[in-house]
């Protein structure tokens, strides 16, 4: 089954414990992509990746890093997180995002304490 | 730069009623990409449709319809008998030459449907 894998679905932690959401997907898809949720902000961009080694800043990259040296994988890294990066998190793949769109995965509920 | 604007942030309706989501977008471009996502409560992001700015044509799927205007820089979406499994948060979004790898999410409209 074609998908993009999260893991893991929900996690607590504490302000300034690195933590890795990891993402993987299955469709040997070039571009992907981290979104964060956000309650009336509705869905930002947080880094993207156009392929292997190539990564950009997408509209919120503060306090996050990601890193894409396997095509399948484009984990989300949060050095020292803080209350403010609580929120939902979305990995999202695509062949070609302006003409497919992306897939998303199910989501990471982040809540650091 | 673009942007997508979902005004209605909630729309409550009754179960087998018609209701419509609007989303009114805005880009330099003159080929871009627009997209319809659903959230269910479970939170997953469901695609639903992808029309390009150079087919206007509207769209029926089963219940769900799509307008795109581009004299009004709009893309509708329609529900037409609403059932209660529609209940979701909705997500119009935008993708053009400015920025293949982005998507720009409107801020959502959440609809409740009550049987």
């Known amino acids: 089954e074609a998908q993009v894998t999260q893991n893991p679905r929900y996690l607590i932690t504490v302000t300034g414990k690195k933590l890795t959401v990891t993402c993987s997907q299955n469709?040997?898809?070039?571009?992907m992509s981290w979104y964060r949720q956000d309650p009336g902000l509705g869905l930002r961009q947080i880094y993207y990746s156009m392929n292997v080694e190539v990564t950009d800043k997408g509209d919120v990259p503060e306090g996050y890093k990601v890193s894409r040296k396997e095509k399948r994988n484009f984990p989300l890294i949060l050095e020292s997180p803080s209350p403010n990066q609580t929120s939902l998190y979305f990995c999202?793949?695509?062949?070609?995002?302006?003409?497919?769109?992306?897939?998303f995965g199910s989501g990471t509920r982040l809540t650091v304490v | 730069a673009q942007k997508v604007t979902q005004a209605q942030t909630e729309i409550s309706v009754v179960e087998k009623e018609d209701v419509t989501l609007d989303c009114v977008y805005e880009?330099?471009?003159?080929?871009?990409?627009l997209f319809w996502y659903k959230q269910p409560p479970s939170g997953e992001l469901v695609f639903l449709i992808r029309?390009?700015?150079?087919?206007?044509q509207n769209e029926i799927s089963g219940r769900y319809s799509w307008n795109f205007q581009k004299s009004t820089s709009s893309f509708n979406f329609t529900i037409t008998a609403s059932q209660v499994v529609d209940s979701a948060v909705y997500f119009c979004?935008?993708?053009?030459?400015?920025?293949?790898?982005?998507?720009?999410f409107g801020k959502g409209t959440m609809l409740l449907v009550s049987p």
């Open positions: 469709m040997n898809h070039e571009y």
């Open positions: 880009t330099r471009d003159t080929t871009y990409y």
């Open positions: 029309r390009n700015s150079f087919d206007e």
């Open positions: 999202a793949s695509s062949k070609t995002p302006d003409l497919y769109g992306y897939t």
């Open positions: 979004a935008l993708s053009d030459s400015s920025g293949y790898s982005t998507l720009t």
